[in-house]
C-alpha cells in the first residue's frame, strides 16, 4: 500500500510538475547584436596643379606650344627653343634671356649644343633632290652651305670646289638670295633651279655668265631655303653648317675649312 502511494505522489508531482512546465512563458533567446559597418568617406579629389608654362606661352610667339618650353639645366628657368635659336624665360615670367648657358664643371656651352641638334633635324627634314650637290666619289666630310649667287665670297669658295672635292669635302648647297624675295638674285636662284643641268646652271651663274630670266618651271624650293635659313639664324653668305650642326660662319680657303671641320668633328667626340 506503501508503495502506491509513492507511485501515486510521483504521479501527481509529474503531473503538476508538466502544468507549470505548460503555463510557464516560453524560452526566448535575443538576437545577436548587430553592429552598423564603420563609415568610409571617399578620399578627397586631388586635382593637379595648373601647368605655369600655360601663362608663360602668352609671354611667345604666337603659335608656340606649351610643350616648346622645357626644363632647363637651371632650376625655375625653362628654355625655349624656336628654329636653332635658344632663350630662356623664367618661371614667373618676369625675365626673358637670350644668350649661352656653359656647365661651370665641364666649360661646355650647352646652348650651343641645343642650337646644333636643331640645326642638323631642320637641315635633314630637306630632301636631297632639293639641293644642289657637288660631291667626290669618296666623300670625307659634308657640308650644307646656304650661298647667294650674287654673294662675292660664294662664288669664291664655289670657284675653289675642285680643291674641296679632292679634299674629300662633299658640298650641298640650299638658296639664300640675302636680299629677299622679287630681287635679282632670288630671281636667278630660281632660274638655276629651273634649268636642265643646276648645278652647271650654278657654276656659270657664280662665275658672271648671263642667264636666260625668263626660263620658268612652276614652284621652286628657293622661298622654304630662304625661310630655312632664317630659322638658322643666317645672316650673311656663305653659311656653312657641318654634318653635327656646327655653324661656320663665312669663307675659309678649302685646307682651312677642312681643318675647322676636323677639329669641330673632334671636339663632338
Request: glycine letters at 6%; hydrophobic letters at 40%; proline letters at 7%.
Amino acid at each position: 500500500m506503501l508503495r502506491s502511494v509513492c507511485v501515486m505522489a510521483v504521479v501527481a508531482l509529474a503531473g503538476a510538475l508538466g502544468q507549470a512546465r505548460a503555463q510557464a512563458p516560453a524560452e526566448t533567446h535575443a538576437a545577436p547584436e548587430t553592429r552598423a559597418a564603420p563609415e568610409t568617406r571617399a578620399a578627397p579629389e586631388t586635382r593637379a596643379a595648373p601647368d605655369p608654362r600655360a601663362a608663360l606661352v602668352k609671354l611667345l610667339p604666337a603659335g608656340t606650344k606649351v610643350d616648346d618650353l622645357v626644363n632647363s639645366p637651371i632650376p625655375g628657368i625653362y628654355q625655349f627653343v624656336q628654329g636653332a635659336e635658344v632663350s630662356y624665360l623664367t618661371a614667373d615670367g618676369k625675365y626673358f634671356l637670350d644668350g649661352n648657358v656653359y656647365d661651370m664643371a665641364t666649360r661646355a656651352n650647352l646652348t650651343e649644343v641645343l642650337r646644333a641638334r636643331a640645326r642638323v633635324a631642320l637641315i635633314n627634314a630637306v630632301p636631297e633632290t632639293q639641293m644642289l650637290i657637288f660631291s667626290p666619289k669618296n666623300p670625307l666630310y659634308t657640308i650644307t652651305v646656304f650661298t647667294d649667287v650674287d654673294c662675292q665670297y660664294c662664288r669664291k669658295l664655289h670657284s675653289e670646289m675642285a680643291e674641296l672635292n679632292k679634299l674629300g669635302v662633299r658640298v650641298r648647297y640650299l638658296f639664300y638670295p640675302r636680299t629677299g624675295p622679287n630681287t635679282e638674285s632670288w630671281r636667278k636662284a630660281e632660274v638655276v633651279w629651273c634649268s636642265a643641268d643646276r648645278n652647271d646652271a650654278l657654276t656659270r651663274a657664280k662665275a658672271g655668265a648671263q642667264l636666260d630670266m625668263n626660263k620658268t618651271c612652276g614652284p621652286t624650293p628657293v622661298a622654304r631655303e630662304y625661310a630655312l635659313g632664317q630659322s638658322l639664324g643666317v645672316h650673311g653668305t656663305p653659311a656653312i653648317v657641318t654634318e653635327s650642326g656646327d655653324f661656320i660662319n663665312g669663307y675659309m680657303p678649302p685646307r682651312d675649312l677642312l681643318q675647322a671641320i676636323k677639329q669641330l668633328q673632334v671636339a663632338q667626340r
